[in-house]
């Protein structure tokens, strides 16, 4: 089965601040991968598609990059509103897995 | 509109069993993947199983294998995931989800609201 390993857990950031994720999967899973922000009380929405499609009506300031086993998640310049978790999640082949999460909090 | 609305949760023994269920709309439904997804409480997500457009192939976690059956009806619309022999750690919000016309390349683009699932006894 593919693991998908999601780093930072956690981070604190400030408005403005640039961040980044990073999922890496234990085997090349070519662009076979998505990411998912989560608000408590919310369904997960996605944000990007196929590692750096940014999925309609999502702002610019998301971008994916990545191919094989490294990916990751840049958000340029945080905003109030994208205080929350974010997961990856490859969907290569059965069973589709979940990176463990990374929730951003305001510092 | 695509409207994905999950019901069937509840409170349950463990050992015992529950069905789950997911009325689609707004979309063409035999021509897609569904899937659930499950979030228990203060963790992360987890991919629970998918099944294709016309029910041949499905894919389950480990975690679920051998006690949860997903299953679908296209002349009603709906999902299905029936659970058997629950674990306290089947206690989790279980979400109905739609792929994405190509999955394997885009992965999900809707979700439901989700029904709460309690094993304890």
């Known amino acids: 089965d593919i693991q998908m390993t999601q780093s930072p857990s956690s981070l604190s950031a400030s408005v403005g601040d640039r961040v980044t994720i990073t999922c890496r999967a234990n085997e090349g899973i070519k662009n076979n991968l998505s990411w998912y922000q989560k608000k408590p009380g919310e369904a997960p929405k996605r944000l990007i598609y196929t590692a750096y499609h940014l999925q309609s009506g999502v702002p610019s300031r998301f971008s994916g990059s990545g191919y094989g086993t490294v990916f990751t998640l840049t958000i340029s310049s945080l905003q109030p509103e994208d205080f929350a978790t974010y997961y990856c999640?490859?969907?290569?082949?059965?069973?589709?897995?979940f990176g463990q999460g990374t929730k951003v909090e305001i510092k | 509109e695509v409207q994905l609305v999950e019901s069937g949760g509840g409170l349950a023994q463990p050992g015992r069993s529950l069905r789950l269920s997911c009325a689609a709309s707004g979309f063409t439904f035999d021509d897609y993947t569904m899937h659930w997804v499950r979030q228990a409480p203060g963790k992360g997500l987890e991919w629970v199983s998918g099944i294709s457009w016309n029910s041949r192939a499905i894919g389950y976690a480990d975690s679920v294998k051998g006690r949860f059956t997903t299953s679908r009806d296209n002349a009603k619309n709906s999902l299905y995931l029936q659970m058997s022999s629950l674990r306290p750690d089947d206690t989790a919000l279980y979400y109905c989800v739609k792929a994405s016309r190509d999955q394997q390349l885009e992965g999900y683009d809707y979700w439901g609201q989700g029904t709460q699932v309690t094993v304890s006894s």
């Open positions: 999640l490859q969907h290569s082949g059965y069973p589709w897995t």
